[in-house]
């Protein structure tokens, strides 16, 4: 037994692991039937209740792909051809006749439409140069800048379709490039597929929009909180902040902007200093009080108490809905933004979209949901701003942005270039909101909202203040979003109903339990005690693959359960090759033990090769392959290291474990 006990040991480890990464898949499912048991308000008790546990497990639970939970498969294609047309700086009849015969080809033709642009204008004799370059560029370094604005257009398409897929409401949405200009979207559970297209093919719609006032959209909050908790009591909020409790030390990094005419010489520029000053929500009745808020707790961020009655949480939340779920800060900075923890935003957003809530806040003043979040102690946390309604300025009149390192400061910037309508504008409003902060929202979603330091003349911005490389990229890719949209194509679409789905769930459910019940049924049969040793690794393989699944987040399909029942077929071949080695030996005249031990040793060499040839097909298909073809790569991969763990290990200390007390079996 002492020789065994590491291999026991692993054996149950893993098992445990195995059941612990499969369980959110089964909590989740048990919940879902709860859900659909309940109706009306007991429904949406249910899920206020249990939304932190919901949330939980569907972010742990094992994914399902389209043709399990149903659908819409969509492959756009960003239409290159019309933005060469756009990026032109002449257009003549050669260019558009060019264009339309490139159209034609490239329809047919797997080749680059850059390239095939490219042959084509030579062929008339003509040049990118001649139409996209300036009089000192090479023809080499305008194809690489072409190549650069198609790249960043496909990278601009996909921002934009992510953002209002997210809007959308679709959990686990697959968004990702394929090729050289076409983008594959995979979006579970959709049951309004024209909804959908109508939302894929929209223009993008960037504005700049000013941050509300925060004295005002306090008193909005406090309106809203009354009509939410049906009392009018009257706690305000600067009373609630006095106590306002804030524990943890996550402490959130303020946007901040430099603005400058870069088209004045260096030393003239408008720049505006970082604001570095403590994030605080000023009492303005009493002005020696101030309460900190620049840190978060991870706790309990918006348990506010009143002192002069010490409510208890319960009282606290029946009164206080809305400040129990967000806490209100940079009031002395320019805003009253409000940061709600993950497990919080759903109950914010079903209170902004009660018609109640609507009525007491300002037809001026909408609500949007900042792209920045942080972590807090494990939990992200989303931000809330409260802007205006009406845009100040639109997206159309930026002609180009870019993300650079500034050399003076070596922190990430993006400039912004304006065309002369929009540079006019541009001067009007940051003159006329000099200390305020604009918002720049792509399709209701704010990417930044830095400050107005000083009137900005000449239509050029510069954007100060980023934390990283890729959020100035992102920065960058957002307001070009709005300058220069390539459109959006939908080439190739698939739609698959839920039921088809539950459908194919049961019938790949079936199969699967009907081969491993036939497996199971043969290997007794064969080889008597030995096919039921093998029997029970073969469950425990098939626990070991689900529970890998699970692990990885991965997302099981149609042809990953096909996957799975192959794994079964390999599983009972390893241990045919073993048995049949044991019974050679037997034959032969040895020892239950020594032939046991032989067998597993000579059978070693040929299960590794086999195994480990499927393992490099597994590898290739899920390489090279896509979408369903990796689907089924990804589980025959799990599954034969799986098998090689089963057959080799669990199988043989059984067997030693059961001879070591003296009990006898057979091979049939």
Known sequence: MKKNLSRIVLTIVLIALAIYFIYPTYKDYTLNQDIKNLSGQDSLDFLIQHSDEIRSNQEKRIKLGLDLKGGMYV??????????????????????????????????????ILDIFKTKLQEKGLTLKSYYGEIRDDESDVESKLNDEIDNSIDRAVEVIRNRIDQYGVAEPQIQKIGGKRILVELPGVSNPDDVKQLLKGTAL??????????????????????????????????????????????????????????KKKNNKDIVKKDTSTKKISDKKDTSKKTDTSQLTTEDTSLLEDTSKQLSQEEFIKQNPLFFTIATVNFESGAADAYVKESDKENVKRYLSREDVKAVIPT???????????????????????????????????????????????????????????????ARITGANINKRCAIVLDGVVYSSPVIRSKITGGNSQIEGISSVQEAK???????????????????????????????????????????????????????????????????NVLFVIGILASFKATLTLPGIAGLILTLGMAVDTNVLIFERIREELNTGKPMRTAIDVGYKKAFSAIIDTHITSIITALILYQFGSGPIQGFALTLMFGLFANLFTAIVI??????????KGKKFSFG
Do not use: C
């Open 75 to 112: 492959i756009m294609d960003v239409d290159v051809i019309k933005l060469l047309e756009d990026l032109a700086k002449k257009k003549d009849d050669a260019l558009t006749n060019t264009l339309n015969e490139v159209k034609v080809i490239s329809e047919t033709s797997e080749e680059p």
């Open 206 to 263: 960037l504005e700049f929009k000013m941050v509300y006032d925060p004295e005002k959209t306090v008193k909005v909050m406090q309106e809203v909180n009354k009509v939410i908790a049906g009392t009018s009591n009257d706690t305000t909020q600067n009373d609630l902040l006095k106590n306002l409790e804030l524990k943890d030390s996550s402490t959130l990094k303020k946007e901040e902007i430099v603005k400058t005419d870069t088209s």
């Open 364 to 426: 001026d003043m909408e609500f949007a949901w900042s792209q920045r979040t942080f972590e807090a102690e494990g939990e992200t946390i989303h931000i809330l701003l409260a802007i205006k309604k009406e845009a100040e300025l639109t997206g159309g009149v930026i002609v180009d942005a870019s993300s650079n390192i500034d050399p003076t400061s070596n922190t990430p910037i993006v400039t912004m270039e304006m065309d002369s309508e929009g540079a006019a504008d541009w």
């Open 474 to 540: 992102l920065l960058e890719i957002v307001l070009k979003a709005g300058a220069l949209p390539a459109p959006l194509e939908i080439i190739e679409e698939r739609s698959i109903g839920p039921s088809l789905g539950e459908d194919s769930i049961k019938s790949g459910v079936i199969s699967s339990i009907g081969a491993l019940f036939l497996v199971a049924l043969f290997m007794i049969f064969y080889y008597k005690f030995g096919g039921s040793v093998a029997d029970i690794a073969l469950l425990i």
């Open 651 to 660: 199988t043989h200390f059984i067997f030693d474990a059961l001879l070591e």
